[in-house]
């Protein structure tokens, strides 16, 4: 009994049983691409010219070594600052691009009906698809700690601010992924599926957001209907619509960091949370989705409603 138990757990542990093959595969098919090792190299390239504006527009000035010293405390803020916003840009775009073509690619081979031949589930696919590409944006994201490290040391800097930046980066990053490759599904064409995703998304964090300051300013007392800027309800929908945009997340963690308040409305676990839910259910969306294309190719269908 003891025996059983134990391997059960260490089944639990193991992410095998949620991937499956598929994430092995992907991961020595990307260690052979020299686009990601040029990615790699590029994103360092990048990291480093930013780093080095940073640090020459902020610590360039001649004075005495106090003076010097008093500005290592902004110049490791800055730097910390910038790297945590390059990034957090960063992955998302790197995520869209990457997850482009992640299932598209196995619809229009005609390779979903063969693995359905398999103990390869829907989700196995899924899962294996998505991790795999994350994984290459977690190797990026742990270049740059070294760097965030050693700065650190400087001063101003907490590790609540590094944490907070690193998993609301991570869970912007996921959701952007689990977005694109669902779209992916119905898209034969990269740039299609890219320009999709990154539609959609600068709807979701910046135009809903826009519409609704703009109907709570203009639209609403119209018809006779205000909203008192210290209400609950008006407190309650900012909180949502906040908590609901990693973009605002990282922001107030920033503005919270260089200028504490003690006043911050936002709770980046709460945030973090969200994020990671929302794209729980897009993956499930895109699980129903390669289920039944899966299927129809089984079965020898062509033509499963999708676009070319």
């Keep these: 009994m003891a025996v059983h138990l134990t391997r059960s757990a260490m089944n639990a542990i193991q992410v095998g049983w949620l991937t499956g093959p598929i994430f092995g595969k992907e991961l020595r098919v990307s260690s052979r691409r020299r686009r990601n090792f040029v990615l790699r190299f590029f994103y360092i390239l990048l990291l480093t010219l930013f780093v080095a504006m ?3 527009a902020v610590v360039r000035y001649e004075g005495n070594a106090v003076i010097q010293r008093s500005r290592m405390q ?25 997850l482009s073509d992640s299932i598209s690619d196995e619809v229009y081979h005609r390779t979903l009906g063969l ?6 589930s829907g989700l196995q696919i ?12 977690v190797l990026l994201l742990a270049i740059s700690l070294p760097m965030l490290a050693i700065v650190r040391v400087f001063g101003g800097i907490s590790w609540g601010y590094l944490l907070s930046s690193l998993f609301i980066t991570l869970t912007a990053a996921i959701f952007a992924g689990s977005l694109t490759l669902l779209f992916s599904i119905e898209g034969r064409r990269a740039y299609a599926v890219i320009i999709k995703a990154a539609f959609v998304l600068g709807v979701f964090y910046f ?10 300013q203009f639209v609403l007392p119209k018809f006779g209907i205000s909203i008192d800027s210290g209400s609950t309800v008006f407190l309650w929908c900012v909180s949502t619509l906040c908590h609901l945009n990693p973009f605002y997340g990282i922001w107030e963690m920033t503005r919270e960091m260089i200028s ?6 936002f709770y980046w676990p709460l945030h973090c949370a969200i994020m990671l839910g929302l794209s729980a ?7 129903a989705i390669v289920r039944k294309v899966a299927l129809w190719q089984a079965c020898g269908i062509s033509d499963f409603g999708l676009r070319a």
Excluded: D, E, N
Aim: aromatic share 8%; net charge positive.
């Design 207 to 216: 135009f809903v957001p826009a519409v609704a300051g703009a109907m709570w």
């Design 74 to 98: 902004a110049a490791a803020q800055q730097i910390v600052v910038t790297i945590s916003l390059f990034q957090f840009i960063a992955m998302q775009l790197l995520a869209i691009i990457m």
């Design 54 to 56: 940073v640090w020459w």
């Design 260 to 265: 504490p308040t003690g006043a911050v409305r």
């Design 126 to 137: 899924v899962m294996g698809k998505l991790l795999s590409k994350l994984l290459q944006l």
């Design 281 to 287: 259910l897009l993956l499930a969306r895109s699980v």
């Design 115 to 120: 693995l359905m031949t398999t103990p390869i």
